[in-house]
């Protein structure tokens, strides 16, 4: 059974640029979701995916948007990139969306400059 | 509006001895607790979970307990090791149709051989 992966690891975009940020969910999970987490903060929530249809989303504008596919990979798109969205991006699946515990990939460190 | 506190940003231990960790909450429709430890480069990994029907909830060292009074819960590790040395996060989430985590801001631990 594999675990959350996700990728790349490591990225560098410019200002302005858009950016995809890939995730595949642990084995059997048909839930996921995204988090950013700033330095020096704790992971925020962006929203939810479950079973291709989002399910929730935090306080973050349009620019970011997502996917879900039938295989319950994601992705996350992020538009228009501003320096503050330099951040580590975190993805993480759970059994089903009333499942209380999510388990976390290794998350995308992105920076905009 | 920060919901979940973690008002501790370091906290340093000798190995052997108990290690706790606090956490605060304020949004009183929070139901379901949980600790995630990290490693840098890493994601965050699930340590141990409490519903808010319990007070305490035990996994081997690790320890949470619940004060649904004082919103308040804490982590213990007994005893502690240098492994243990990591950021530890506290989340809280709400019965919705969205199952998201708010975290707080992260303790980081350092136990000292």
């Given at each position: 059974e594999t675990g959350v992966t996700q990728s790349p690891t490591h990225l560098i975009k410019t200002r302005g640029q858009q950016v995809t940020l890939r995730c595949s969910s642990q084995s059997g999970h048909n839930t996921v979701s995204w988090y950013q987490q700033a330095l020096g903060q704790g992971p925020q929530f962006i929203f939810q995916y479950y079973r291709e249809e989002e399910n929730g989303r935090g306080?973050?504008?349009?620019?970011f948007s997502g996917l879900q596919f039938p295989n319950y990979s994601s992705e996350l798109n992020v538009n228009?990139?501003?320096?503050?969205?330099s951040a580590l991006y975190l993805c993480a699946s759970s059994?089903?969306?009333?499942?209380?515990e999510a388990f976390f990939g290794q998350g995308t460190r992105l920076t905009v400059v | 509006d920060q919901q979940v506190k973690q008002n501790s940003p370091s906290l340093s231990v000798q190995e052997g001895r108990i290690s706790i960790l606090n956490c605060d909450y304020t949004?009183?429709?929070?139901?379901y607790f949980l600790w995630y430890k990290k490693y840098p480069a890493e994601g965050p990994t699930f340590l141990i979970s409490i519903s808010s029907i319990k007070d305490k909830n035990e996994d081997g060292r690790f320890t949470v307990f619940l004060n649904k009074s004082a919103k308040h819960l804490s982590l213990h590790i007994?005893?502690?090791?240098?492994?243990?040395?990591a950021v530890y996060f506290c989340a809280a989430s709400a019965t919705s149709g969205t199952y998201k985590y708010i975290f707080g801001t992260g303790t980081r631990l350092k136990v000292l051989a």
């Open positions: 306080n973050f504008p349009p620019r228009a990139l501003e320096l503050d969205d059994l089903s969306h009333v499942q209380r | 949004n009183s429709m929070f139901d007994v005893p502690s090791q240098p492994g243990d040395s």
